[in-house]
Nanobody, 123 residues
Framework: QVQLVESGGGLLQAGAPLRLSCAAS????????MGWFRQAPVKDREFVAA????????YYADSVKGRFTISRDNAKNTVYLQMNSLKPEDTAVYYC????????????????WGQGTQVTVSS
């Protein structure tokens, strides 16, 4: 089992950068594929980015490709989401998630979720 804690959210203006972090408990972090998802008010939770266990493979939603970068540091049990050129439509609660399965864009594959961190982008 793994516990996830996100941090780094905040209120910022459009165009600014922001880095989210997700710290995982346990000694088997490298055995989990990791993902970032987000949920805006009255919208379904949507895929943002995902990374394989070793970090060799990454996947992005079309809406964030070229602006967001997912990475992980298995020695620190942490996954990151670097967000650049933020837009008001990026406003959402951002969640990190872990799965024992292969990396996936589907939230249903992920077994473990953090509590989320709010990102608000003003125009």
């Amino acid at each position: 089992q793994v516990q996830l804690v996100e941090s780094g959210g905040g209120l910022l203006q459009a165009g600014a950068p922001l880095r989210l972090s997700c710290a995982a408990s346990g000694r088997t972090f490298s055995s989990y594929s990791m993902g970032w998802f987000r949920q805006a008010p009255v919208k379904d939770r949507e895929f943002v980015a995902a990374i394989s266990r070793t970090g060799g493979y990454t996947y992005y939603a079309d809406s964030v490709k070229g602006r967001f970068t997912i990475s992980r540091d298995n020695a620190k049990n942490t996954v990151y989401l670097q967000m650049n050129s933020l837009k008001p439509e990026d406003t959402a609660v951002y969640y990190c998630a872990a799965t024992n399965a292969a990396v996936s864009r589907s939230p249903r594959v992920y077994n473990y979720w953090g509590q989320g961190t709010q990102v608000t982008v003003s125009s």
